[in-house]
């Protein structure tokens, strides 16, 4: 049984993106998805070969403290990636967003910044959760600045604590935010968002 349970049907959706809970039915997309930029090739990427997306599916669906979305373009319909609630922890109210991967096509545009608001948004108004947090690796300074940019709080650094695709161990760095810094972060996200409006790329 998963640690959160959220609506079969539920959908979050803001600015043209749209968050729903991942299932077969996303595969061809995804198969599509994860071939712009050959993500699986990337050092730092959890994406998917397209000959593993049916796996993929199936492996989010079994883990019990993980909860998977599908990403989706409401301009076309299609799902162009995926993300996910995951290390639950319901005792204290804690959980990260990640296991999160986009078309390369999407990159850098306004669908992270728009699926970080809408999780987090769900986290904190909804479910009532204290603490959201993120992760990524010490070699990807990308993702670094762009978790700080969305005012996360550095945690610390967790040494050797994950592999890349090619079998380097490196350490993982930890970000947070608590539900009393939630009303400034969300601010910003909205800025953000204001910011990118009415843009696909």
């Known amino acids: 049984?998963?640690?959160?349970?959220?609506?079969?049907?539920?959908?979050?959706?803001?600015?043209?993106?749209?968050?729903?809970?991942?299932?077969?039915?996303?595969?061809?997309?995804?198969?599509?998805?994860?071939?712009d930029g050959n993500l699986w090739e990337l050092l730092y990427t959890i994406a998917p070969s397209p000959d593993k997306v049916h796996d993929y599916i199936a492996t989010a669906h079994a883990m019990t403290d993980r909860v998977a979305f599908a990403v989706i373009d409401e301009t076309t319909g299609h799902a162009i990636g995926s993300t996910s609630y995951h290390d639950i922890l319901p005792h204290c109210l804690r959980l990260e967003i990640g296991y999160t991967w986009y078309a390369k096509s999407y990159w850098r545009t306004r669908v992270n910044t728009a699926c970080k608001f809408l999780l987090m948004r769900y986290a904190f108004e909804v479910l009532y959760?204290?603490?959201?947090?993120?992760?990524?690796?010490?070699?990807?300074?990308?993702?670094?600045?762009a978790i700080e940019r969305l005012g996360a709080k550095k945690d610390g650094v967790i040494r050797n604590q994950r592999t890349t695709q090619d079998g380097i161990i490196c350490d993982t760095v930890m970000y947070s935010i608590t539900a009393d810094e939630w009303p400034n972060v969300k601010h910003n996200l909205q800025q953000k968002m204001q910011q990118h409006q009415g843009q696909h790329d």
Do not use: F, I
């Open 129 to 145: 959760y204290q603490t959201v947090a993120l992760r990524t690796s010490s070699l990807n300074a990308r993702s670094q600045t």
């Open 1 to 35: 049984m998963k640690l959160l349970q959220l609506p079969s049907d539920l959908t979050l959706s803001h600015d043209g993106v749209r968050l729903e809970l991942l299932d077969c039915r996303h595969e061809d997309d995804l198969v599509q998805a994860c071939q």
